[in-house]
Protein backbone atom coordinates (compact mmCIF):
# COMPACT_ATOMS: atom_id res chain seq x y z
CA UNK A 1 0.00 0.00 0.00
CA UNK A 2 2.97 2.52 0.83
CA UNK A 3 4.69 1.37 -2.39
CA UNK A 4 1.86 2.56 -4.25
CA UNK A 5 1.24 5.45 -2.75
CA UNK A 6 4.99 6.31 -3.78
CA UNK A 7 4.15 5.46 -7.16
CA UNK A 8 1.41 8.23 -7.44
CA UNK A 9 -1.36 6.22 -7.04
CA UNK A 10 -4.02 8.12 -5.06
CA UNK A 11 -7.93 6.59 -3.78
CA UNK A 12 -9.33 10.07 -4.74
CA UNK A 13 -8.82 9.70 -8.83
CA UNK A 14 -11.05 6.62 -10.05
CA UNK A 15 -9.06 6.85 -13.29
CA UNK A 16 -6.06 5.20 -11.80
CA UNK A 17 -5.66 1.58 -10.88
CA UNK A 18 -2.75 -0.84 -9.92
CA UNK A 19 -3.42 -4.20 -9.48
CA UNK A 20 -2.54 -6.23 -5.65
CA UNK A 21 -1.97 -10.03 -6.21
CA UNK A 22 -3.57 -11.77 -3.00
CA UNK A 23 -2.99 -15.52 -2.42
CA UNK A 24 -6.22 -17.65 -1.65
CA UNK A 25 -5.92 -17.42 2.17
CA UNK A 26 -4.75 -13.87 2.14
CA UNK A 27 -8.10 -12.89 0.02
CA UNK A 28 -10.28 -14.97 2.31
CA UNK A 29 -8.97 -13.65 5.24
CA UNK A 30 -9.62 -10.22 4.07
CA UNK A 31 -13.07 -10.96 3.00
CA UNK A 32 -13.63 -12.48 6.56
CA UNK A 33 -12.44 -9.04 8.19
CA UNK A 34 -14.52 -6.79 6.34
CA UNK A 35 -17.37 -9.26 6.72
CA UNK A 36 -17.07 -9.43 10.34
CA UNK A 37 -16.82 -5.14 10.73
CA UNK A 38 -19.94 -5.01 8.65
CA UNK A 39 -21.82 -7.12 10.69
CA UNK A 40 -20.97 -5.13 13.86
CA UNK A 41 -21.24 -2.05 12.40
CA UNK A 42 -24.01 -2.57 10.70
CA UNK A 43 -27.93 -2.09 11.78
CA UNK A 44 -29.84 -5.27 11.35
CA UNK A 45 -31.39 -4.50 8.18
CA UNK A 46 -29.96 -1.77 6.78
CA UNK A 47 -28.56 -2.06 3.67
CA UNK A 48 -24.66 -3.73 2.85
CA UNK A 49 -22.67 -0.73 2.66
CA UNK A 50 -19.72 -0.49 0.01
CA UNK A 51 -16.08 -0.18 1.61
CA UNK A 52 -13.82 2.40 0.90
CA UNK A 53 -10.54 1.84 2.09
CA UNK A 54 -8.68 4.47 3.97
CA UNK A 55 -5.09 3.98 2.51
CA UNK A 56 -4.10 5.53 6.11
CA UNK A 57 -5.12 2.21 7.24
CA UNK A 58 -1.99 0.87 6.57
CA UNK A 59 0.94 2.08 8.48
CA UNK A 60 4.37 0.52 9.47
CA UNK A 61 3.78 -2.81 11.02
CA UNK A 62 0.05 -3.69 11.23
CA UNK A 63 -3.18 -2.51 10.50
CA UNK A 64 -6.28 -0.35 12.27
CA UNK A 65 -8.63 -3.14 10.88
CA UNK A 66 -6.19 -6.05 11.46
CA UNK A 67 -6.41 -5.04 15.53
CA UNK A 68 -9.84 -4.30 15.37
CA UNK A 69 -10.88 -7.59 14.19
CA UNK A 70 -8.20 -9.63 16.71
CA UNK A 71 -9.96 -7.42 19.52
CA UNK A 72 -13.56 -9.12 18.13
CA UNK A 73 -11.50 -12.57 18.01
CA UNK A 74 -10.08 -12.39 21.26
CA UNK A 75 -13.31 -11.68 22.58
CA UNK A 76 -15.41 -15.01 20.89
CA UNK A 77 -12.57 -16.82 22.64
CA UNK A 78 -13.01 -16.12 26.16
CA UNK A 79 -17.00 -16.53 25.23
CA UNK A 80 -16.14 -20.09 23.65
CA UNK A 81 -13.85 -20.84 26.65
CA UNK A 82 -16.23 -19.42 29.33
CA UNK A 83 -18.88 -21.92 28.01
CA UNK A 84 -16.55 -24.95 27.52
CA UNK A 85 -16.88 -25.13 23.59
CA UNK A 86 -13.46 -26.45 22.97
CA UNK A 87 -13.92 -27.03 19.33
CA UNK A 88 -15.30 -23.69 18.84
CA UNK A 89 -11.94 -22.69 21.01
CA UNK A 90 -9.60 -24.02 18.99
CA UNK A 91 -10.93 -23.16 15.33
CA UNK A 92 -11.19 -19.10 16.94
CA UNK A 93 -7.43 -19.87 18.06
CA UNK A 94 -6.72 -20.52 14.68
CA UNK A 95 -7.83 -17.56 12.94
CA UNK A 96 -5.66 -15.75 15.58
CA UNK A 97 -2.20 -17.19 15.54
CA UNK A 98 -1.63 -15.87 12.20
CA UNK A 99 -2.82 -12.39 12.45
CA UNK A 100 -0.49 -12.09 15.38
CA UNK A 101 2.09 -12.15 12.26
CA UNK A 102 0.97 -8.76 11.33
CA UNK A 103 2.44 -7.84 14.45
CA UNK A 104 6.82 -6.80 15.10
CA UNK A 105 8.80 -9.80 16.64
CA UNK A 106 8.02 -8.30 20.69
CA UNK A 107 4.28 -7.38 20.35
CA UNK A 108 3.99 -11.01 19.31
CA UNK A 109 5.63 -11.59 22.17
CA UNK A 110 2.96 -9.59 23.98
CA UNK A 111 0.06 -10.90 22.06
CA UNK A 112 0.93 -14.45 22.83
CA UNK A 113 0.70 -13.55 26.26
CA UNK A 114 -2.85 -11.99 26.05
CA UNK A 115 -4.26 -14.88 24.34
CA UNK A 116 -2.58 -17.09 27.40
CA UNK A 117 -4.30 -14.64 29.53
CA UNK A 118 -7.47 -15.21 27.57
CA UNK A 119 -7.33 -19.11 27.40
CA UNK A 120 -6.64 -19.13 30.81
CA UNK A 121 -9.74 -16.73 31.70
CA UNK A 122 -7.61 -14.22 33.90
CA UNK A 123 -8.53 -12.01 31.00
CA UNK A 124 -12.35 -12.11 30.26
CA UNK A 125 -12.77 -9.08 27.99
CA UNK A 126 -10.37 -6.98 25.52
CA UNK A 127 -11.84 -3.42 24.95
CA UNK A 128 -9.45 -2.11 22.75
CA UNK A 129 -6.23 -4.08 21.48
CA UNK A 130 -3.85 -1.55 20.68
CA UNK A 131 -4.26 -0.21 24.36
CA UNK A 132 -3.81 -3.78 25.70
CA UNK A 133 -0.63 -4.19 24.02
CA UNK A 134 0.58 -0.78 25.11
CA UNK A 135 -0.22 -1.82 28.49
CA UNK A 136 1.86 -5.47 28.38
CA UNK A 137 4.23 -3.93 27.08
CA UNK A 138 4.81 -1.11 29.74
CA UNK A 139 4.76 -3.40 32.32
CA UNK A 140 7.20 -5.82 30.24
CA UNK A 141 9.53 -3.12 30.11
CA UNK A 142 9.49 -2.14 33.27
CA UNK A 143 9.86 -5.71 35.01
CA UNK A 144 13.00 -5.99 32.63
CA UNK A 145 14.08 -2.34 33.81
CA UNK A 146 13.44 -3.53 37.75
CA UNK A 147 15.64 -6.90 37.36
CA UNK A 148 18.58 -4.86 35.56
CA UNK A 149 19.08 -2.10 37.92
CA UNK A 150 18.89 -4.79 40.85
CA UNK A 151 21.40 -7.05 38.94
CA UNK A 152 23.89 -3.96 39.39
CA UNK A 153 22.22 -2.45 42.80
CA UNK A 154 21.59 0.92 40.29
CA UNK A 155 19.59 4.29 41.57
CA UNK A 156 15.70 3.82 39.37
CA UNK A 157 15.87 7.55 39.50
CA UNK A 158 18.99 7.98 37.66
CA UNK A 159 18.47 5.47 35.22
CA UNK A 160 15.29 7.04 34.29
CA UNK A 161 17.01 10.06 33.91
CA UNK A 162 19.48 8.50 31.15
CA UNK A 163 16.93 6.69 29.50
CA UNK A 164 14.34 9.37 28.95
CA UNK A 165 17.77 11.36 27.86
CA UNK A 166 18.98 9.35 25.49
CA UNK A 167 18.50 9.32 21.74
CA UNK A 168 18.56 6.43 19.76
CA UNK A 169 22.37 6.08 17.62
CA UNK A 170 23.36 9.24 19.19
CA UNK A 171 26.10 9.45 21.14
CA UNK A 172 24.80 11.73 24.14
CA UNK A 173 25.98 9.27 26.76
CA UNK A 174 28.33 11.79 28.28
CA UNK A 175 25.34 14.96 28.36
CA UNK A 176 24.54 15.97 31.94
CA UNK A 177 26.77 13.51 33.50
CA UNK A 178 23.74 11.16 33.51
CA UNK A 179 25.76 8.03 32.89
CA UNK A 180 28.80 8.87 35.25
CA UNK A 181 26.41 9.80 37.81
CA UNK A 182 24.32 6.72 37.45
CA UNK A 183 27.17 4.13 37.63
CA UNK A 184 28.23 5.77 40.86
CA UNK A 185 25.15 4.53 42.56
CA UNK A 186 25.85 1.28 41.55
CA UNK A 187 26.63 -1.68 44.33
CA UNK A 188 30.04 -2.74 43.13
CA UNK A 189 29.88 -5.99 45.17
CA UNK A 190 26.72 -6.85 42.53
CA UNK A 191 28.99 -5.47 39.50
CA UNK A 192 32.04 -7.22 40.53
CA UNK A 193 30.26 -10.62 40.80
CA UNK A 194 28.63 -10.57 37.60
CA UNK A 195 31.39 -9.41 35.79
CA UNK A 196 33.39 -12.31 37.58
CA UNK A 197 30.38 -14.58 36.17
CA UNK A 198 30.85 -13.52 32.75
CA UNK A 199 34.25 -12.86 32.35
CA UNK A 200 35.85 -16.00 34.32
CA UNK A 201 39.55 -15.44 32.81
CA UNK A 202 39.82 -11.88 33.53
CA UNK A 203 40.95 -10.48 36.99
CA UNK A 204 38.33 -7.48 38.14
CA UNK A 205 39.35 -4.15 39.22
CA UNK A 206 37.88 -0.23 39.41
CA UNK A 207 38.58 0.76 35.23
CA UNK A 208 37.34 -2.45 34.07
CA UNK A 209 34.30 -3.19 36.28
CA UNK A 210 33.77 0.53 35.47
CA UNK A 211 33.36 0.00 31.62
CA UNK A 212 31.93 -3.13 31.87
CA UNK A 213 29.20 -1.51 34.03
CA UNK A 214 28.95 1.45 31.37
CA UNK A 215 28.47 -0.70 28.15
CA UNK A 216 26.11 -2.72 30.05
CA UNK A 217 23.59 0.31 30.92
CA UNK A 218 23.94 1.44 27.25
CA UNK A 219 23.51 -1.95 26.03
CA UNK A 220 19.95 -2.02 28.40
CA UNK A 221 19.05 1.34 27.48
CA UNK A 222 19.02 0.92 23.52
CA UNK A 223 17.56 -2.61 23.73
CA UNK A 224 14.97 -0.77 25.83
CA UNK A 225 14.17 1.46 23.17
CA UNK A 226 14.42 -0.76 19.96
CA UNK A 227 11.93 -2.49 21.82
CA UNK A 228 8.91 -0.34 22.05
Not at 31 to 38: E, F, G, T, V
Not at 194 to 209: D, M, T, V, W
Request: net charge negative.
Amino acid sequence: MIALRQQGFAWDNPKETKEVIFSESQYRELQARYADLDKINREPGEKKAKFEIDPNLVSGDSTLIDKDYLMKLLNELAQAQAKAKAEEAKEIEARIQPLFNQLRENDRLHAEQILDDVKTGKLERVENFSVLLDRYRMDSEQTQIQDFISQFGLDRECFGKLQAHHVLGKDDWKDFGLLDNLVKTADMDLVTAQFSQEKSNEKPNALKLKGYLRDKIKTEIERIILAR
